[in-house]
Nanobody, 122 residues
């Protein structure tokens, strides 16, 4: 079906930068939106940023101005550029492909990556 593979996580000092990537593969016809979520220990998963197929973006208030989501529709890839990272950004980051239409099913569905750890030290 559809697989999402994330990369780019790691350990960085506060104020540093990281770039996450997520590539979706499989029998994909179209993807409505792609997004990044994160889940810190003991907390619920939260939406960080989302980008539509047309390039419209939305961000959570806590990351505006520091994180930038972008997308390569031809490659079904989404990126998250993170700058001025803070210890509170520490979490497992998950990418999601939302409203995916495949060549094998007539109904859109959502797919998730396995997550990548981002740790920001103070």
């Amino acid at each position: 079906q559809v697989q999402l593979v994330e990369s780019g996580g790691g350990l960085v000092q506060a104020g540093g930068s990281l770039r996450l990537s997520c590539a979706a593969s499989g029998s994909i016809s179209s993807i409505n939106a792609m997004a990044w979520y994160r889940q810190a220990p003991g907390k619920q998963r939260e939406l960080v940023a989302v980008i539509s197929s047309g390039g419209t973006t939305n961000y959570s208030d806590s990351v505006k101005g520091r994180l930038t989501i972008s997308r390569d529709n031809a490659q079904n890839t989404v990126y998250l550029q993170m700058i001025r990272l803070k210890p509170e950004d520490t979490a497992v980051y998950y990418c999601a492909a939302l409203g995916v239409l495949t060549t094998t099913t007539p109904i859109r569905d959502d797919y998730w990556g396995q997550g990548t750890q981002v740790t920001v030290s103070s």
